[in-house]
């Protein structure tokens, strides 16, 4: 399974930004979803996490300015940025657990990462 994210840029403290990321391959289905970031000289962290029903999760620094939801007919999911600070700079990578099937039917379980997109915000 391959995902596609898109949406960083940059943008002033306080302002928004919406990144999205879809799924796309042969014969999937796709269980949980996540985004995480990785700032410079740190390690990557979890934002927030959404299961298939909707579930959400989220690490204590983005709750109530982050949002995470997700579209399954399109196999997609979306981390919609709001009230931004500058500690907030990362690239961020989109995850997603996932089941495929090969052409002889075998199932393969895997976790799956976007390529990441920059978001950066001044001051």
């Known amino acids: 399974v391959q995902l596609q994210a898109s949406g960083g840029g940059l943008v002033q403290a306080g302002g928004s930004l919406r990144l999205s990321c879809v799924a796309s391959?042969?014969?999937?289905?796709?269980?949980?979803m996540g985004w995480y970031r990785q700032a410079a000289g740190n390690q990557r962290e979890l934002v927030a996490s959404?299961?298939?029903?909707?579930?959400?999760n989220y690490a204590e620094s983005v709750k109530g300015r982050f949002t995470i939801s997700r579209d399954n007919e399109k196999n997609t999911v979306y981390l919609q940025l709001n009230n931004l600070k500058p500690e907030d700079t990362a690239v961020y990578y989109c995850?997603?657990?996932?089941?495929?099937?090969?052409?002889?039917?075998?199932?393969?379980?895997?976790?799956?990462w976007g390529q990441g997109t920059q978001v950066t915000v001044s001051s």
């Open positions: 959404i299961t298939k029903r909707g579930e959400t």
């Open positions: 391959g042969r014969r999937f289905s796709i269980n949980n």
């Open positions: 995850e997603a657990d996932s089941l495929s099937w090969l052409d002889d039917g075998s199932p393969v379980v895997a976790r799956d």
